[in-house]
């Protein structure tokens, strides 16, 4: 499964912000500090360290030798990894960072952070502004959604570095079968679901995730934003989840359990596994999911609809556009760095067309870099990659607040209420008076 889909779940339930992870002390930043193992080899060399530290993504590739190439061609500068867990373990994850991070003694130059977390770092104090390092020119080969997520107060405190997103799934056969065309808006979704649960071709004809959790507020933020709306406005503090558009899109939700009849009333205790598997059964014509199911349903030892399947954006509603909740990892530089100079230089060659791709082929994940899905390389390495460059292209934030955390649980709350109860204009109302005490705090 893609680490978007694990990463937030038992960081959510932490419940605070960065200072409040402070307490578990000095022992916490021992933990996954071991490095490359041995002597410091920049030490004979005369070059200077980058203190690298990041969560330890899936590979039989490590990140020390991935950033070997690196470390041959630079005579000023050696790189060395210290990993701490998976994103899996987020929890855990984002604890290590703020401790290391908020001890501010230098011992970190470089490090991965989820797509979540760049706004609480820097309004933290513990991001380096890279701003003057990468002009507008340079931000501009990135996805927008993604610099959208690593700039706080018109700061860029971050990098881009792999990306996922919500996206559609869809029976291609069946669709053919029919003459339908894939939906580009919900309503042409619901209509071809409705009817291919009419004719029984179909048993669901859409899923998505519904529970009580962060997967609800992915949800939310692709729905919303397809509607034109935000849960927050770009300043931060400006609460827009009650607004219409944010309305229209829970009503939606709602409607497809109930009123449109598409979508079981299960989905609200699913997460990502339950809602894919009647998909990849043969089971659901529809399925709004992260891109690790694309491989999984090309599995025949897991998919009964292998070359079946077809991946589109997310449909939106009439005068809004397709949103994809944004996932995946981005590159940040300690403001308390020793070494800014080295960190930027290491931040441009792991953003490099060349280094995005080879990390695809590593480690199966979806380069941040807009060029890297027209380059013939990374179509060898993943056909399935070089298709999702329109999802991409459509890439939608969570809220980008400090308060994330305390932001997301509220949501989680009041959408779960409103799309039990269907009293969403009422719930919406009181998350949204919730949420301004939370910001303006």
Wanted: a neutral charge; aromatic letters at 10%; glycine letters at 10%.
């Amino acid at each position: 499964m893609g680490e978007d889909a694990l990463s937030r779940r038992g960081f959510i339930k932490l419940g605070g912000g960065a200072l409040g992870a402070l307490v578990f002390g000095s022992s916490l930043a021992a933990c996954g500090q071991g490095s490359a193992g041995g002597s410091n080899p920049a030490a004979s060399s005369g070059r200077k360290v980058i203190n690298f530290v990041t969560a330890k993504f899936e590979s039989t590739t490590s990140m020390q030798d991935f950033v070997k190439p690196f470390n041959d061609s630079s005579s000023s500068y050696q790189v060395v990894v210290r990993e701490l867990p998976p994103p899996s373990q987020s929890t855990e994850v984002h604890q290590q960072l703020v401790q290391q991070l908020g001890a501010a003694s230098g011992d970190i130059d470089v490090f991965t952070q989820d797509v979540i977390w760049p706004a609480e770092f820097a309004s933290a104090g513990w991001a380096m502004d890279l701003s003057s390092e990468f002009p507008q020119a340079e931000r501009d080969k990135f996805f927008p959604g993604l610099v959208q997520s690593v700039t706080w107060q018109d700061k860029l405190v971050g990098l881009p570095f792999y990306l996922d997103a919500g996206q559609l799934y869809y029976r291609k056969d069946v669709l053919k079968d029919k003459g339908m065309k894939v939906p580009t808006t919900w309503q042409e979704l619901a209509t071809s679901a409705k009817a291919l649960q009419g004719s029984g071709d179909i048993k669901n004809g859409f899923l998505w995730q519904g529970k009580q959790a962060e997967v609800l507020v992915c949800n939310v933020v692709s729905f919303v934003g397809g509607a034109g709306g935000a849960i927050l406005g770009p300043d931060g503090k400006t609460v827009m989840i009650a607004d219409q558009p944010a309305q229209t899109a829970i009503q939606f939700m709602y409607d497809t359990m109930n009123s449109l009849n598409i979508t079981p009333k299960d989905v609200l205790s699913w997460d990502e596994e339950p809602s894919r598997k009647p998909f990849t059964a043969g089971n659901a014509a529809f399925l709004r999911q992260w891109s690790y199911v694309w491989k999984v349903s090309q599995d025949a030892n897991q998919s009964q609809v292998v070359d079946k399947v077809g991946v589109a954006p997310l449909p939106h509603f009439p005068g809004g556009k397709s949103a994809a909740c944004l996932g995946g990892y981005q590159l940040g530089v300690s403001e308390s760095s020793k070494n800014k100079e080295g960190a930027v230089e290491f931040l441009r060659w792991m953003t490099s067309l060349d280094t995005q791709i080879r990390y695809a082929e590593l480690f199966g994940s979806n380069p941040a870099l807009r060029s890297a899905y027209a380059d013939p390389r990374l179509a060898k390495v993943s056909p399935a990659m070089v298709q999702l460059k329109d999802v991409f292209e459509g890439g939608t934030p969570r809220p980008i607040t400090p308060k994330y955390p305390q932001v997301s649980l509220a949501i989680q709350s009041a959408v779960s209420k409103a799309l039990t109860t269907g009293d969403v204009a009422g719930n919406l109302a009181k998350v949204k008076s919730e949420i301004e005490k939370i910001v303006s705090t």
